[in-house]
């Protein structure tokens, strides 16, 4: 791509190649720029981010080499991580160790058949634990809801049935 500086200016310029070169993709010590993920088809910036931010700060990944050998995949079934995710970790593998998606699914197989990512996460601890504290959280929700309900009706029923005007109460 030719950037001539008199048309778009110096800045702009220097931006745009800063951006090219700036790896989009860190798993540890291993860093992917959008030319490297781009070369093998992958043009998920956003979710390489992502993945980028979950194995470098929460999972604390060395390197792909350490992901690939030593994390299995239901350890990746983390809130904000899906198959989008899974699919650029898939090209940082290939890029960097010649292996596949799929050798990476085959090397941590256990005695079940995993069926897509989806089923990871469903059957993780984190998922389960989630859905729980949500269910939790509708019946707090709806028990909440109930005595507010229960105060408002009490509160119109003393104001209806209290007089509006003490001079026609003292009448009758």
């Known amino acids: 791509m030719q950037l001539p500086d008199h048309i778009l200016g110096k800045n702009a310029v220097q931006t745009i190649k800063?951006?090219?070169?700036?790896?989009v993709?860190?798993?540890g010590s291993d860093k992917f720029t959008r030319g490297?993920?781009?070369?093998?088809?992958c043009f998920n910036f956003l979710a390489a981010a992502t993945l980028?931010?979950?194995?470098?700060?929460?999972?604390k990944v060395k390197n792909v080499s350490d992901l690939f050998y030593n994390f299995a995949?239901?350890?990746l079934a983390l809130p904000g991580l899906g198959v989008i995710?899974?699919?650029?970790?898939?090209a940082a593998f290939e890029?960097?160790?010649g292996k596949t998606l799929s050798d990476y699914i085959d090397r941590h197989r256990g005695e079940h058949d995993v069926v897509t990512f989806a089923t990871i996460k469903a059957q993780s601890a984190d998922s389960k634990a989630e859905k729980l504290a949500k269910k939790e959280e509708r019946k707090r929700k709806r028990s909440r809801?109930?005595?507010a309900h229960e105060h408002r009706v009490k509160r119109f029923v003393e104001r209806a049935t209290k007089p509006t005007n003490p001079a026609t109460q003292e009448k009758a």
């Open 36 to 41: 490297h993920l781009a070369s093998l088809n």
């Open 18 to 23: 800063d951006r090219i070169q700036a790896p």
């Open 145 to 147: 809801n109930r005595q």
């Open 95 to 97: 890029q960097r160790l």
């Open 73 to 75: 995949p239901s350890t």
């Open 25 to 27: 993709l860190v798993i």
């Open 52 to 59: 980028s931010n979950v194995l470098t700060h929460h999972l």
């Open 85 to 90: 995710s899974l699919a650029t970790l898939g």
